[in-house]
């Protein structure tokens, strides 16, 4: 059976959430470098509305899958004009959006799941990098981890980096030569630039972590939010380390707009966390993501 993540399956799996829900709206925000196009999906209000990001890692596949499971319940509660908890999604989305990307990382995504091939005219650069072992590749095609390519503590970043040897593309945590550097970053900025979402969440594995600080600015409603998605889920919040800080989406997104981030880690083991995990991990955030879509 063919990987339930790779680039084909997940075009199908959204145009058949896109056939079946015709409330449910689709675009494509960039493209990666691979050419692969960086897409989003929303539901209700657009203008006024939060942004969940998924898979910026290559081996994080996981989070794209648990997410699009988590709309299709919600779209499909819609259509049956269902409640949840006796609160009717519908309105509220209507009042406030839910704008989701279900995969940051395209190339990388595949380059993990279908090896150095995938990454077309990048293929010698991965094969080079990740020693034709790319089961663990975390970066996009070009050997750069688009979560240290965002203009957040770069210079800090830089250095952190060299400290650690890494100085030029690799499977992980390389930042590229300046911020922005990636297309894949360069889409998802553009991309809140433009629309000013209220608050965004990236999803990541893993870990069962809730990172919601960048720096001394600590944006309005932050701990509020952290701490009942920590309730609402069990997850712990945490303080990221070493080269876990800047560069990342999260960093960016609070730096920029002076607006709550999330970075939030799901399920626990070694990544890429098993296909099994699907179910375990989506039971357990479900009251969380609902949380997120009302508050
Ligand atoms: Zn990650």
């Known amino acids: 059976m063919a990987h339930p993540m790779t680039e084909f399956e997940r075009n199908k799996l959204i145009k058949n959430l896109l056939a079946k829900y015709n409330f449910l709206n689709h675009g494509v925000i960039g493209k990666s470098h691979c050419e692969r196009n960086i897409e989003f999906l929303s539901l209700g209000n657009f203008e006024n509305s939060i942004l969940w990001a998924c898979a910026f890692h290559g081996m994080e ?19 049956l004009k269902n409640k949840i908890f006796g609160i ?5 989305l209507k009042n406030r959006g839910l704008v989701i990307i279900p995969c940051v990382n395209p190339d990388g995504v595949e380059i993990s799941l279908n090896g150095y091939k995938s990454a077309n005219e990048f293929q010698n650069l991965v094969k080079k990098a990740s020693n034709i072992h790319t089961f663990s590749w975390q970066a996009n095609a070009a050997g750069v981890d688009i979560n240290h390519n965002f203009d957040a503590g770069w210079n ?7 400290e650690n040897n890494i100085l030029e593309p690799s499977p992980t945590r390389f930042g590229g030569k300046k911020p922005e550097s990636e297309p894949e970053t360069k889409a998802l900025v553009d991309f809140c ?4 979402f209220l608050y965004a969440i990236a999803f990541h ?10 720096g001394k600015n600590i944006p309005e409603n932050s701990y509020r939010l952290a701490k009942l998605f920590s309730i609402t889920s069990g997850y712990k919040l945490s303080s990221p380390e070493g080269l876990a ?37 989506y039971n357990k955030i479900y009251k969380m993501l609902l949380s997120s879509l009302l508050i």
């Open 61 to 79: 596949w996981l989070t794209s899958l648990v997410i699009l499971k988590f709309l299709e319940n919600i779209c499909n509660r819609i259509k």
């Open 88 to 92: 009717d999604i519908e309105k509220n």
């Open 245 to 281: 800080v800047g560069g990342g989406f999260k960093d960016w997104f609070i730096t920029e707009f002076n607006r709550p981030a999330f970075t939030i880690e799901i399920g626990v083991g070694k990544n890429p966390l098993p296909i099994s995990q699907l179910y375990p991990i």
């Open 156 to 162: 800090e970043l830089k250095k952190l980096e060299k």
């Open 193 to 196: 630039r433009k629309n000013k």
């Open 205 to 214: 594995s893993q870990g069962e972590e809730i990172y919601w600080k960048y």
